[in-house]
């Protein structure tokens, strides 16, 4: 087995405080006919539902083109070729894409938000039998994104004046609470809205149950959700901390008994959790804010449709909350506070992420080769509290982790892995993923991203992949 040269995951530090990046190399480790943009076969990912409206807009981008931004992309007039090379993604959650990746199904990349631990890696890295050469894991984080907290409040039930959120200034009404009774209700602590909201309008309101809905998968939508909840109250026994451990695939709640027993989702992913809070009046969820503008919870009132129209179902009363973030202030996860109130067609769109802080980025001259396990920007004083990163999984040399499988199909396929991946962490595509209700990465973060896509590979230079 081969050294594993290039680990950093001891040098841990944030971003304000930089890393010695590389310089990307020329695309020579690829061959003919694999050395011009475009050449290679195609390719499928899947993983994270996070990241899932983002992929649609990325392979939209990258083989039909963007209007208004000038990158090349692999369009399907003027190829050169037969064909463009065809991307696909399965949005099948976090652990399914690490998984597939790990056992090299036809899958050549994976999505992840939240990405392997140590020993992970080094499983991923093994393979499924532990028999094939020690390719080296990349990870490449490609943006990032908020998740709302998204409620199905009471039909019928009516808000106290004092934790009404902008009623005058939005004509609309929804609620605010702090993030410690935020935190409580996703304990367990409550199992009906009268205990959540004390005073609760409505005849019967307060005895009305209310449902947690969580993840089906494993998630790592779960994870950062979690650990955002760990933020806001460290010294829960047992701890947030240990609920989103890797042995038990984030899947297990506290209090999940009785009348404060979880739901899950409606099917795996995201869009599960979406779809069982939006069809069960008093349930409330954690959704990626793309998934949750999609399903309708963007403003109360009305229901935006996925065919881009709205419509005005009477007593819709499905949003996603404003958070305190962790200087205290109460914020909506997208980019611009009104936009959740806009129609469904010309909403301001992206992520209210833009200036979150991220500790604990790997360091080392190729961060990418690192350990991002520990990386967090939960509950920062600065845009919305509850926003993290989110990830491709490719490999260093793509030789070594299909060693044997032949060398012209392999190359091919990685050849377009290296395309997209320069495209998703280049301007072109932050700008595309922003669009897609995601945020830039910050800087120092895209140069991290782009730095470590642009030296991926196909047989490097001594390299006998065996």
């Not at 943006?143 to 009471?154: D, E, L, R, Y």
């Not at 939005?170 to 993030?179: E, H, L, M, Q, Y």
């Not at 995201?270 to 403003?299: M, P, S």
Request: aromatic letters at 10%; a negative charge.
């Amino acid at each position: 087995m081969r050294l594993r040269n290039g680990r950093f995951g001891a040098a841990l530090v944030t971003v304000a405080a930089g890393a010695a990046l590389l310089a990307p190399s020329a695309q020579a480790d690829f061959v003919d006919p694999f050395t011009s943009e475009c050449s290679g076969g195609d390719i499928q990912g899947q993983g994270a539902t996070f990241q899932d409206n983002a992929q649609a807009a990325w392979r939209n981008g990258f083989i039909n083109g963007t209007p208004g931004l000038a990158d090349p992309v692999c369009q399907t007039f003027g190829f050169p070729s037969t064909h463009a090379p065809v991307i696909t993604y399965g949005s099948t959650g976090s652990g399914a894409g690490r998984t597939a990746f790990q056992n090299r199904t036809a899958d050549r990349y994976a999505g992840v938000d939240e990405p392997p631990s140590s020993s992970q890696e080094t499983a991923i890295e093994n393979g499924a039998a532990g028999t094939q050469d020690d390719a080296q894991l990349r990870t490449l984080p490609v943006t990032s994104g908020a998740i709302t907290v998204s409620v199905n409040f009471p039909d019928g039930c009516t808000i106290p004046t004092g934790i009404a959120y902008r009623p005058n200034a939005d004509g609309t009404t929804r609620f605010a609470v702090s993030n410690n009774e935020v935190e409580a209700l996703w304990y367990g602590d409550y199992a009906t809205w009268g205990d959540f909201i004390p005073g609760i309008g409505g005849a019967g309101c307060d005895t009305r149950p209310l449902k947690r809905v969580v993840r089906l998968d494993s998630s790592g939508t779960t994870f950062a959700f979690k650990g955002w909840l760990q933020e806001l109250n460290p010294d829960r026994v047992p701890s947030w901390q240990s609920f989103r451990s890797p042995s038990t695939q984030n899947t297990v709640w506290p209090n999940d008994t009785g009348a404060t027993a979880v739901v899950r989702g409606d099917g795996v992913g995201n869009q599960g959790v979406a779809k069982r809070v939006r069809e069960n009046d008093g349930h409330v969820g954690y959704i990626d804010l793309a998934t949750a503008r999609d399903d309708g919870f963007d403003k109360t009132g009305r229901r935006s449709n996925l065919n881009g129209t709205d419509t005005t179902p009477p007593n819709d009363t499905t949003y996603w909350l404003p958070l305190q973030n962790g200087s205290g202030q109460f914020r909506d996860p997208t980019a611009s506070s009104n936009s959740y109130r806009e129609p469904f067609a010309t909403a301001t769109r992206g992520a209210n992420c833009a200036t979150v802080t991220y500790a604990n980025v790997p360091g080392g001259s190729d961060p990418t080769l690192g350990n991002w396990f520990n990386t967090e920007g939960a509950n920062s004083p600065t845009g919305y509290g509850v926003c993290t990163l989110t990830y491709v999984l490719t490999w260093e040399d793509y030789c070594d982790a299909y060693v044997g499988t032949g060398s012209n199909p392999e190359q091919a396929k990685a050849r377009s892995v290296f395309d997209f991946t320069n495209y998703i962490t280049g301007s072109a595509g932050q700008t595309v993923a922003q669009r897609a209700d995601y945020s830039r990465l910050p800087g120092s973060l895209q140069t991290i991203a782009a730095n470590g896509a642009a030296v991926e590979s196909w047989q490097r230079p001594g390299n006998t992949c065996s």
